[in-house]
């Protein structure tokens, strides 16, 4: 989606009221179902970059999905590599910082740091020792740092969260951000004229 066309969907979902119910949410209209396997359970994953705009710009929206689940679902943020003019290398280290901060609990941190330290102070980061001390920041210890940056689970929920992205791409679904629903559902938000039917929507196929 263009940034004009978002940003005008964006003001349109918080200032228009709620014209569909859930009962009349269609497949192909509201929603598409992709050729990928269902979660194992309810689950809103967010396909993302650190580098968009848009994606920073509806933070607040998603820790309200986040913050508002129903019992056994989750919420999981999918760092998405590739973008333009980016160091690949750099994409890679920011991925893995994301998992790297869930494992050590410190995500929200993390995510809001390094969000406003590209947005909001225009800088970036140049190298794993930029990540490691941004940690640091945060109180973690170099040594807890280094053993589970170094772990093999690390790396293999890197692969997985590479992979997602990279079968969402393939078919055809490229742009940040992405809502994509038990792994199988994506809202069509061109039919959405309110926050509030978004919510409905999201809420709707959390349940198929």
Request: hydrophobic letters at 40%.
């Amino acid at each position: 989606m263009h940034l004009k066309g978002l940003l005008t969907f964006i003001i349109l979902l918080y200032v228009q009221p709620i014209t569909v119910v859930a009962a009349n949410f269609i497949e192909g209209q509201h929603y598409l179902t992709l050729k990928s396997p269902k979660s194992k359970q309810p689950e809103i994953r967010e396909f993302f970059s650190f580098y968009c705009p848009h994606c920073y710009n509806q933070e607040p929206f998603m820790k309200e999905l986040q913050n508002k689940l129903p019992s056994r679902a989750k919420f999981v943020k999918n760092h998405v590599e590739g973008m333009p003019n980016r160091n690949s290398e750099v994409e890679k280290l920011l991925t893995k910082a994301l998992i790297i901060g869930d494992r050590m609990r410190v995500k929200d941190k993390l995510v809001d740091a390094i969000f406003k330290k590209i947005h909001v102070n225009k800088g970036d980061f140049k190298s794993a020792d930029d990540i490691k001390q941004l940690f640091m920041s945060f109180g973690v210890s170099e040594i807890m740092y280094d053993s589970t940056a170094s772990s093999f689970s690390v790396d293999i929920k890197y692969n997985d969260m590479k992979h997602k992205a990279n079968t969402l791409r393939a078919q055809g679904h490229s742009s940040v951000p992405t809502l994509i629903i038990n792994g199988k559902y994506k809202p069509i938000t061109t039919q959405i004229t309110s926050m509030g039917q978004y919510k409905e929507l999201i809420y709707f196929l959390l349940k198929k």
